[in-house]
């Protein structure tokens, strides 16, 4: 299989590679994935929303990289880090936020919860729980699409952890020999919950190596394999010590904020002042803040709706109980 490692070292992108417009929607895309997480961690502690949440916090140049290299028909599969996915795919967030809330105008309809996002119009095949799950079904995946001679490529994403699940091995094996346009992409944060594995991807570097694989996969060369360097700022999930690091390694990684970055390339290019960029992250807020009143009004799901969408006796009769 094809590797790259992209990109382990500390840059600081204030020359423009991309246009205009790439850069605002960089920007944008980060802005919301931002605040909107950050909305999250508040309602969580708050004890609005049970279950479990794992933040995206600081690894937001991944997905703003990946969504502008990408065609909407792409496919799209991960973990249970995955609140940001359906956002940057251009699901409102008023039913990210509800599928928090388990409320039935939730993209899952209250039933999957922080973990299990889909979303069936814009090919995200979830959220999966079982760490490393979804590396396996990645790669069925492009294999429906190759098999029935369909040009998508699908992009599975999976932590440095579950890259030492051995599904990965055999999943790679039947990948490469059935040449599938399958993307994994290793989001490296360094650690699995406290185990450590070191440094940081900013949003260009994401977009170039994602749009080669693209290239690569549609071109029928098969699999290829990323391992994207980034890092995420708060705990593994909402109860964690974090006595795996110190603070001032966090602090350092915050000096290569990927938001700031594409923020100085805004700036230094002139094609947007700080005035217009403070109101977007205000707007953005206020939408995020819509959001959360959308899901608190939004009803709860009925018991009735157990059975909807899941499979069940009745629909496949040879399942014995
Ligand atoms: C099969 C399985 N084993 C263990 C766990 C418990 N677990 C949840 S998250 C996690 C760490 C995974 O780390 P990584 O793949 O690096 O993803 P990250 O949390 O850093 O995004 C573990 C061990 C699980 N959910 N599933
Ligand atoms: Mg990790």
Partial sequence: MSSKTAPAKKSTPKVATFDKATYHRWFKEMVMMRRFEEKCGQLYTMQKFGGFCHLYIGQEAVLAGMVTAIRPTDRLITGYRDHCHPLVLGVSPKNVMAELYGKLSGTSKGKGGSMH???????LFGGHGIVGGQIGLGAGIAFADKYRGEDH???????????????LHETFNMAMTWKLPVIFIIENNNYAMGTSVERTSNVQAVHEAIASACEHVRGGNGPILLDIRTYRYKGHSMSDPQKYRTKEEVEEYKRQDPIEQVRETLLKNKWATEAELDALDEAVR??????????????MATAEELYNDVYHQKDYPFIMD
């Fill in 153 to 167: 490529a699908t992009l599975c994403m999976f932590g440095d952890g579950a890259a030492r699940q051995g599904m």
């Fill in 117 to 123: 996002y889909f979303d069936k119009e814009r090919n």
């Fill in 286 to 299: 206020k939408e995020v803040e819509e959001a959360v009143k959308f899901a608190e009004e939004s009803p």
